[in-house]
């Protein structure tokens, strides 16, 4: 990873390196907290690494996944707890691998999660959020040939790692969404969520892109959609 920090006016002030030298690298999000701590996710050397740095860019800690993997999203809650979303590439199929660490890198559950386990699944998961009660919210697409295409996938923890509810949603029948749509999600003071994607779709005998956007409420009932 190669991390650099600026000041207001674009000077720069450090920059910072981590990772195994000549490996696979690639930094994939970053947050900030009350005290200017800077947390990074990614991948390292093929496994899921997440790190935290000052504000003065020394190293507080890190932590990696000990499996092929890739950290893709990365949120805090209230007391500096962090939570990790990514890719756990296992030796059958793709899993939704979500992971707590506190504030100063402890690691505290891992959950995993696929829709299936046949060939043609796959899952990617690529974003997290805390709520107000710091509840976890991961939100992402799994694919299975099945449903002819790619499902959005959105997963709600409590912040010991119990799986509140799961939610596997497609646009309307006969919409088929190719391939794995990257996606965004945003949760309100009510804890309603949403979610959009850029999706390429296939309605026989065409093909284009569209956006979709859906919302949830707390407890995980479908409000609308928009395609």
């Not at 390196?17 to 490996?23: A, H, L, T, V, Y």
């Not at 996944?65 to 950290?71: D, K, L, Q, R, V």
């Not at 979500?98 to 505290?108: E, F, S």
């Not at 799994?142 to 799961?166: E, H, P, R, V």
């Amino acid at each position: 990873y190669c991390t650099v920090k600026y000041d207001p006016y674009g000077n720069e002030i450090w920059v910072r390196d981590f990772g195994q030298p000549r490996s696979s690298n690639e930094l994939k999000a970053m947050c900030i907290d009350d005290n200017f701590n800077l947390y990074i996710t990614g991948k390292d050397n093929g496994y899921a690494t997440t790190v935290s740095f000052d504000s003065s860019g020394n190293l507080r800690w890190s932590q990696f996944y000990p499996e092929y993997s890739i950290g893709n999203a990365i949120a805090l809650d209230k007391a500096g707890n962090v939570f990790v979303t990514g890719i756990y590439f296992s030796t059958t199929r793709d899993k939704f691998l979500t992971i707590k660490y506190t504030t100063i890198g402890v690691m505290q559950w891992v959950r995993y999660y696929q829709l299936c386990d046949t060939i043609g699944c796959y899952s990617q998961p690529g974003n997290i959020a805390v709520d107000k009660l710091d509840n976890i919210i991961v939100g992402g697409t799994s694919g299975n040939s099945q449903y002819g295409g790619a499902l959005f996938t959105t997963i709600k923890y409590t912040s010991t790692g119990d799986t509140l509810w799961i939610r596997n949603k497609t646009p309307n029948p006969g919409i088929a969404i190719m391939g794995g749509p990257k996606t965004d999600m945003v949760i309100d003071i009510f804890s309603n969520i949403y979610t959009t994607a850029n999706v390429p779709i296939r309605i026989e005998p065409y093909s284009y892109g569209s956006y979709y956007t859906f919302k949830y409420d707390s407890s995980g009932a479908l409000k609308w959609t928009v395609l």
